[in-house]
């Protein structure tokens, strides 16, 4: 998508103008300093934005409205959120046991949290599409299986080019996946 003429990038970010100083260079491209929870910075870099991909892991309650506010404030229709996957107890033996052990449990925090932003986003006005993801890995394959709401997942990890490959496809044709919570995993062997 960067090398893509047509496209724009607003990259938003804590310490963007160093984390993600080679993207700054290209001419389609605006780096943002900033946290979800400064609304000035927060609503102008949402300012004239056709669509919102979100990479993120809740910290605080209020991130996810905030974000949502935003979004409706700035007429921001579409939106693509990167979450965890067993939201909804969708994992089968024996990476359930290993993603609970991970995330303190289904019951603790951090579960609670990622599953109250789901259904924030699910419910908001925008066309969300909520991305349920495993680890992620460094591998060269661009080959993923979606799995829908509701389906129980394997949770073999995905590789970061199959994720991105995904969501630069979701750019291109926004009604993929529109009002759509979908699991990614890797593919089995």
């Known amino acids: 998508m ?3 003429p047509d496209v724009t990038l607003t990259l938003f970010a804590h ?3 160093e984390r993600l100083r080679e993207y700054g260079k290209h001419d389609n491209v605006q ?3 900033g946290d979800f929870l400064d609304k000035d910075v927060r609503d102008k870099a949402m300012n004239g934005q056709d669509m ?3 990479a993120y892991m809740p910290m605080k309650d209020p991130e996810a409205q905030t974000i949502v506010d935003a979004m409706e404030k ?3 229709k579409r939106c693509v959120i990167t979450g965890a996957f067993g939201i909804f107890d969708e994992l ?3 990476m359930r046991s290993k993603q609970e ?3 303190h449990g289904y019951d603790g925090l951090l579960y609670k949290q990622l599953k109250k932003d789901a259904k924030l986003f699910d419910e908001s006005s925008g066309d969300d599409t909520y991305l349920r993801m495993p680890w992620l890995n460094d591998d060269d394959t661009e080959k993923l299986e979606v799995v829908p709401k509701g389906t129980m997942m394997h949770g073999a990890g995905v590789s970061r080019k199959a994720v991105a490959k995904l969501i630069a ?3 291109a044709d926004p009604s993929k996946f529109a009002n759509a919570n979908i699991g990614l995993q890797g593919m089995q062997d």
């Open 2 to 4: 960067i090398n893509d």
């Open 31 to 33: 780096l943002v300093d």
């Open 101 to 103: 052990k991970l995330a």
């Open 92 to 94: 089968e033996e024996p």
């Open 169 to 171: 496809e979701i750019v």
């Open 74 to 76: 700035a007429s921001v």
């Open 15 to 17: 310490n963007a103008q």
């Open 52 to 54: 919102v991909v979100l």
